[in-house]
């Protein structure tokens, strides 16, 4: 097997040191159009523990090649060809391979966290073995694109496609799969949690056991997969597919249903807890509750419970929210215009097409006896098209968080971590970004 097997029906060429260079320099060249520059063809190369870290490999010819345990972090392989390639335990961190030709390749163990593989082709492959001895045909080998134990955490495979035999038990974790074609896919047991596959075909594939926490699956073809023992908790779906989930064998936490009284007593009681410093009354905890379109205009939640609630279109203006835990919200179109929010956990939250104008996500300084100051963290939060005119985001950590298409004009971002943060489409005019840490930040203007 050519990609990761045993058989070898001829030798792969290993080029020395210098060699190597040269084709390396004469490419550097083709991709500028320089005089004499050549265009890298490394097929059927043995490039195993090479270092590509951070080089431009756009366009090459790598189809067959070895490159297991390859440096390639942060390396450009647009348009490559690694048709059939092996890239097991390959280091490809950062690596930008967007529309490369990845059919048949191997990618076991491989790291691609925060990789760029936008439309690339993960088909299946087949290899043609001649004998040229005997001038003929040897045999056909069919070949799968194969992340087994891949780590792929924060990478972009949005509008990829996959062949039905392609394999995965990989990690996934708030990689962006949007529109991607992965139509008989087998994802058993494969980490999907926080991913974004809004408009996925997943329709026939093998998903049992796979962990969707917080994933986005809105628009999702889920026809005919098999979703036996896949975990759905806090997953965002279509209110159609929620209610088939359990039939299909998925599993997925119901929310708590209030009512108007008891929301009503829930609220007074933590009011209580809030004056007394916890002595009377009870912390308000609606974690995965069912909140959708409440209006609570003012409401007194600061130090509240809200994992995994549903606060769809929820009314809470000018509300006192300091410290609460949203994590895994649903807070899509919520109006949160002027709340207080200083110090919250938001991670991984769903807020898209949000009304955050004027929000608070400043830190909460001096607190308790110790004085303790708390950070607003936002890290994966999903901001799409929400509207942050204005917010105070200082310090807030936003380590992964999309803002595509967010309306922030004049907002503070002031030593903000945009770490890994996504702002394709965003409106910044007049926002402050003075002393943020934006490694590998998507789309922010520079300076």
């Known amino acids: ?249 998925a599993l997925r936490k119901q929310l708590c249903i209030a009512s108007d009284a008891e929301v009503s007593a829930t609220l007074a009681q933590h009011q209580r807890w809030l004056d007394s410093n916890g002595k009377q009354g009870e912390r308000a905890i609606f974690a995965r509750t069912d909140l959708n379109g409440r209006l609570l205009p003012a409401a007194q939640l600061a130090l509240a419970i809200l994992k995994g609630a549903n606060l769809q279109g929820a009314v809470l203006t000018r509300a006192s929210l300091a410290m609460c835990d949203f994590s895994l919200a649903d807070l899509r179109r919520a109006v949160l215009t002027g709340a207080d929010l200083r110090g919250a956990m938001l991670q991984r939250a769903h807020l898209n097409e949000a009304q955050l104008a004027g929000v608070n996500f400043a830190p909460l300084r001096g607190v308790g006896e110790a004085q303790r100051d708390y950070f607003t963290k936002l890290e994966r939060a999903k901001l799409t098209r929400a509207n942050l005119a204005g917010a105070d985001l200082r310090q807030a950590d936003l380590t992964g968080a999309d803002f595509s298409g967010a309306d922030l004009t004049g907002a503070d971002l002031r030593n903000a971590i945009l770490d890994d943060a996504d702002f394709t489409g965003a409106q910044l005019s007049g926002a402050r970004l003075d002393g943020v840490s934006a490694n590998r930040a998507k789309a922010l203007p520079a300076g």
């Not at 092996?86 to 990789?115: I, M, Y």
């Not at 955490?153 to 996959?162: I, K, L």
Request: glycine share 10%; aromatic share 6%; hydrophobic share 45%.
């Open 1 to 249: 097997m050519v990609a990761g097997g045993s058989k070898s029906y001829f030798q792969w060429k290993r080029l020395n040191g210098a060699d190597l260079a040269r084709v390396l320099e004469l490419h550097d060249h083709f991709l500028v159009r320089r005089s004499g520059g050549t265009r890298a063809s490394l097929g059927w190369h043995d490039l195993s523990d090479s270092d590509f870290a951070h080089r431009n490999l756009s366009d090459a010819d790598l189809t067959g090649a070895r490159l297991q345990r390859a440096r390639m972090e942060g390396v450009k392989l647009r348009l490559a060809v690694l048709y059939a390639a092996d890239l097991r335990l390959a280091d490809l961190n950062n690596a930008d391979l967007t529309r490369a030709d990845l059919r048949g390749a191997s990618f076991r163990g491989a790291e691609l966290n925060r990789a760029v593989l936008v439309m690339a082709d993960m088909r299946d492959a087949s290899v043609a073995h001649f004998d040229k001895a005997a001038a003929q045909l040897q045999s056909t080998e069919a070949l799968r694109t194969d992340f087994s134990g891949a780590e792929a955490r924060g990478s972009d495979f949005s509008h990829a496609q996959v062949g039905s035999d392609f394999v995965t038990h990989a990690d996934f974790t708030d990689a962006g799969l949007r529109g991607a074609n992965l139509q008989s896919a087998d994802l058993r047991n494969a980490v999907f949690t926080g991913a974004a596959l809004d408009g996925a075909n997943l329709s026939n594939a093998r998903l049992s056991g796979a962990v969707f926490h917080g994933a986005v699956l809105t628009g999702v073809n889920l026809r005919g997969a098999d979703l036996e023992g896949a975990d759905l908790t806090d997953a965002i779906v279509d209110p159609a597919a929620a209610t088939a989930l359990a039939g299909w064998g």
